[in-house]
């Protein structure tokens, strides 16, 4: 299945809040196919992509869902740790510093620079690293369900399911990093 060309839409509730993003649907094709997905679906079909392999597909989707401003990081997160899955490092700082400008450039490297530990000094480096910034950033449920989809690969289920948990804990109600990682949580 492969994701061939995207467009977007938003639809606005009658009374947007700071909590909730405005309603979004977005058109993908896929194989050949036209299908209207909601933010939170296109979000959990990028990370399925993600987990299967499937790098460049879900890179593409990512990089619609950052058009969305008012769901925070999540998608530019994702969309850096494809770009640096490729080796693609310069991409995936570029992509980190959008996402956290001003007072959070620090936070940007910093998740850059585990990225590139994970892909290339060793991944065991690279999931500490993302540990550490989960422990002082709990604003950020992406890290957090990233960590738990790397330390799965790895073998260790029980630190996993801990970090889907916390995803779930840190995302917003209806959240699209809360589902994906409640959907590990019921395997």
């Known amino acids: 299945m492969g994701v061939d060309d995207a467009s977007q839409e938003t639809e606005s509730p009658s009374r947007p809040d700071a909590a909730t993003p405005s309603a979004a649907s977005i058109e993908l094709t896929v194989n050949g196919q036209s299908r209207r997905l909601s933010y939170e679906q296109a979000f959990a079909l ?3 992509l993600l987990e299967n392999g499937r790098v460049d597909d879900a ?3 990512f990089s619609r869902l950052e058009e969305f401003a008012d769901r925070g990081p ?3 997160v994702m969309h850096a740790f494809c770009e640096s899955a490729g080796k693609h490092f310069d991409a995936s700082k570029v992509l980190l510093d959008a996402a956290f400008e001003g007072e959070d450039a620090r936070l940007a ?8 530990y994970y892909h290339v000094a060793g991944r065991q480096e690279g ?3 993302l540990g550490e910034l989960i422990d002082k950033h709990d604003h950020l449920p992406t890290l957090c369900l990233l ?3 790397l330390v799965s690969a790895a073998g260790n289920a029980t630190l996993a399911r801990r970090c889907w948990s916390l995803a779930v804990h840190r995302d917003r109600k209806g959240g699209a990093v809360a589902a994906v990682a409640m959907r ?4």
């Not at 490297?109 to 590139?116: E, L, R, S």
């Not at 590990?184 to 395997?187: D, W």
């Open 127 to 129: 999931m500490r690293l």
């Open 59 to 61: 890179s593409k989707v």
């Open 184 to 187: 590990h949580l019921r395997k």
């Open 109 to 116: 490297g910093a998740i850059n620079d585990a990225f590139v």
């Open 74 to 76: 999540r998608a530019f």
């Open 46 to 48: 990028a990370c399925g």
């Open 147 to 149: 960590l738990g989809n």
